[in-house]
Structures are given as structure tokens and as C-alpha cells.
């Protein structure tokens, strides 16, 4: 009986130790395979929601877009920004009437040299990239800000910076619609859009 239960109590002890030798390698070949096995579907997440956005051009959400929603959305830029009539510099500066304004042009703020080296003005297209991601727009500036991924909330925040100015920009006309459209194309598109609307040649004429 002793002996039995001893023989018993071995193979149990025996078996133990395979099974925990097992894990130890199975854990290891586990642990080698596991970096593969994480990235693969995190990127694809990522790629899939970057081309999702992309598909639209900003123009789209605009034409969709609300100062009021924007006023909140402003919310999240208040921390830095002022955006009233002769309102102060804070650690960025004010913008009112920023919509259309050269890039870095406000008076008594200190641009870095990064934002006042990327030329043009602030456009729809520029504000939208710019507000999209500050360190891709312009690699080293002081806005310490990650960026609005969702472009409604682009659109929103610009449609209500718009209309905080004396001299707000017209909207650019919504392209029509279309498929996938990389960059060149929906560029293409926004450009004959604003040659067919005669709101930016009239203004120009009266
Ligand atoms: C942590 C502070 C901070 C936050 C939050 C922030 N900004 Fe800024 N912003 C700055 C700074 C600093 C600059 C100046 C950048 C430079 O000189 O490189 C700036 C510059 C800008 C400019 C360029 C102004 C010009 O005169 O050319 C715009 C437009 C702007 N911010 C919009 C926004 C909006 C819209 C939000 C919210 C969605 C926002 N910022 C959030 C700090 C901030």
C-alpha cells in the first residue's frame, strides 16, 4: 500500500514537472510569436480608419459644419487660445480672424520658426491640415496639441473660427461626392469647384 502510494505520489510529482517544463517552452515559443501576432491587427485597425477619413475631402464636412458645435469643440484649444476681438495672446496667440490670414502673422506673438517657415495663409485645406496634425504641418512648432483626428471636428472648429472675424471666408463649394479620391484629385476638384462658383472673382470685381 505504502509503496503503492508512493509510486502514485511519483508519477503525480513526475508529471507535474513535465507539465511545467511544457509551459516554460510553450510560454517561450508563445512569447516569440506574440510581437507578429499583436502588430498585424493594430495596423491594419490604423490603416483602415486613416483611409476611411481620407476618402472625404474636407469641403464635404464643411458644408455639414456648425459654429456652435465648433464653439464646443474649441473648448479643448481655449486652454491656449482667445479668439475674441482684440483678445490677448495666451501661450498661443489669439485668433481672431485668423481664417485667410498668412501663416504666423498675428502681431506681439513669438511664432517658432517652424510655423513661420511654412508659407501661404490660412486656407480651408491649410487650417484642416494643420489643426489634423501641428507636428506634420509644421515639424517643431510650440502648439503642443496632438490634433483633431475627426474631421467634422475640424470642420466644426473652423466654421466657428471663421466666424469670429470682420472678414470671413466664403466656403469652399462641396465637391460632388467622389469615390476614394486621393489628394491630387480632390485638389483638382476643389479648384474647378471654386472657378464655377463666382463668389471669390466677384468679390474681387466689386
Ligand atoms: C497647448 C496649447 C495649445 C492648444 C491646446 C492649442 N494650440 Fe493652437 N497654438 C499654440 C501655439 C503655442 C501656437 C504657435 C505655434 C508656433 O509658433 O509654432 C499655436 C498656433 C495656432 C494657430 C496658428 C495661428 C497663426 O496666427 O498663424 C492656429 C490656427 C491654432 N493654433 C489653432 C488651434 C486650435 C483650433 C486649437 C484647438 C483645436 C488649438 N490651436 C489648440 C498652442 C496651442
Redesign the pocket.
Known amino acids: 500500500m505504502d509503496d503503492q502510494n508512493t509510486t502514485i505520489a511519483g508519477w503525480v510529482l513526475f508529471a507535474g514537472i513535465i507539465a511545467l517544463g511544457g509551459s516554460i517552452v510553450s510560454s517561450e515559443v508563445f512569447y516569440n510569436e506574440r510581437p507578429k501576432t499583436m502588430g498585424y491587427p493594430i495596423e491594419g485597425v490604423e490603416v483602415e480608419g486613416e483611409a476611411a477619413e481620407a476618402e472625404q475631402p474636407i469641403a464635404v464636412y464643411l458644408a455639414a459644419a456648425d459654429p456652435a458645435k465648433g464653439e464646443q469643440?474649441?473648448k479643448?484649444?481655449?486652454?491656449?487660445?482667445n479668439a475674441d476681438p482684440g483678445g490677448p495672446n495666451a501661450?498661443?496667440?489669439n485668433?481672431y480672424g485668423?481664417m485667410g490670414?498668412?501663416?504666423?502673422?498675428?502681431a506681439g506673438?513669438?511664432?517658432?520658426d517652424?510655423?513661420?517657415g511654412v508659407p501661404g495663409s490660412?486656407t480651408w485645406d491649410a487650417?484642416s491640415i494643420?489643426?489634423a496634425n501641428?507636428k506634420k504641418f509644421?515639424p517643431?512648432?510650440?502648439?503642443?496639441?496632438a490634433?483633431?483626428g475627426n474631421p467634422e471636428?475640424?470642420a466644426n472648429?473652423?466654421v466657428f473660427?471663421n466666424s469670429r472675424s470682420a472678414s470671413p471666408l466664403p466656403l469652399p463649394a462641396a465637391p460632388a461626392a467622389a469615390p476614394a479620391a486621393d489628394t491630387a484629385a480632390a485638389e483638382t476638384g476643389e479648384k474647378e469647384g471654386a472657378a464655377k462658383v463666382t463668389g471669390p472673382a466677384g468679390a474681387k470685381t466689386n
Open positions: 469643440v474649441f479643448k484649444c481655449a486652454a491656449c487660445h501661450l498661443g496667440p485668433l485668423v490670414k498668412p501663416h504666423a502673422a498675428h506673438f513669438a511664432y517658432s517652424a510655423l513661420k490660412w487650417m494643420w489643426l501641428p509644421a517643431g512648432t510650440k502648439m503642443t496639441f490634433g483633431l471636428d475640424r472648429v473652423m473660427l
